[in-house]
């Protein structure tokens, strides 16, 4: 009997999953879904509309949640000594635009493609309070990196990838069934190209591109060797659609 009941729930998990191919071909654009997610690419809303029975149009947004550390950073000034907080945070909110491609009519196998849109430094390094005593040209140093204040004392770093971030996965799951409520999941990858440390210049009063041989530390430049040999952000995501 138990056997006979995990059977059939898992029946009825493959019917949400792939149910409703026909139905989809009778609702082009006449039909829409309103889903949410959760995953590698941060929680997310969507709406979803299928244009025929082989290809669904997706838009959403999706963001990881602000996440933070801060740290101490001493630093003296001729004989006076001085510390300051410095905080990092990583936030990562991007817009969507996708396209499922549905290569096997009687299936729920999807592949996808399109792009995600959102602000490049995912990663944002400041110090809490204003740095005292130093001068014009001056600086303290961070990671085995001399970093200037700017004009209220402020030093600031961040990490950058591409705004524009072409995405390609495969999947399985229709948002839009004869179910009023769909379940999809997604393996994929969004495209950022190669991730860039930078710090303000004061002086130039702009971003600075760093590079390795701006630290003086081995173990930072393995970190940033490791950052900026990421060019891809892999996506694993799992998605619940209400249907209308």
């Not at 905080?87 to 290569?103: A, C, Q, S, V």
């Not at 493609?113 to 600086?139: A, C, H, S, W």
């Not at 969004?190 to 041989?213: C, F, H, I, L, R």
Request: charged share 15%; hydrophobic share 40%; glycine share 10%.
């Amino acid at each position: 009997m138990k056997s006979n009941n995990l059977l059939l729930t898992i029946c009825a998990a493959l019917l949400m999953l792939g149910g409703g191919v026909a139905s989809a071909e009778e609702y082009i654009f006449d039909r829409f879904a309103v889903g949410v997610e959760v995953g590698t690419a941060g929680a997310g809303l969507e709406l979803a509309t299928p244009v025929t029975r082989f290809v669904t149009l997706r838009a959403g947004v999706s963001a990881l949640p602000e996440l933070s550390k801060t740290f101490t950073q001493p630093y003296s000034i001729g004989k006076i000594q001085y510390s300051t907080t410095i905080e990092g945070k990583l936030h990562k909110i991007d817009g969507k635009f996708l396209t499922d491609i549905y290569p096997f009519p009687e299936s729920s196998f999807h592949l996808t493609t399109g792009i995600y849109m959102g602000t490049p430094d995912f990663i944002r390094v400041q110090n809490t309070t204003p740095l005292q005593g130093i001068g014009k040209g001056e600086g303290i140093t961070v990671g085995g990196m001399l970093i200037s204040p700017d004009a209220q004392g402020y030093i600031k770093a961040n990490i950058k990838a591409a705004a524009l971030k072409p995405y390609f996965g495969i999947g399985f799951g229709r948002p839009v069934s004869d179910h009023h409520l769909n379940l999809a999941v997604d393996l994929g990858v969004q495209y950022w190209g190669k991730p860039t440390v930078n710090a303000w210049s004061p002086d130039e009063e702009t971003w600075a591109t760093v590079t390795p041989n701006d630290f003086n530390n081995n173990e930072v430049q393995k970190y940033y060797d490791l950052i900026s040999g990421i060019s891809v952000y892999p996506v694993v995501n799992l998605r619940l659609y209400y249907c209308f």
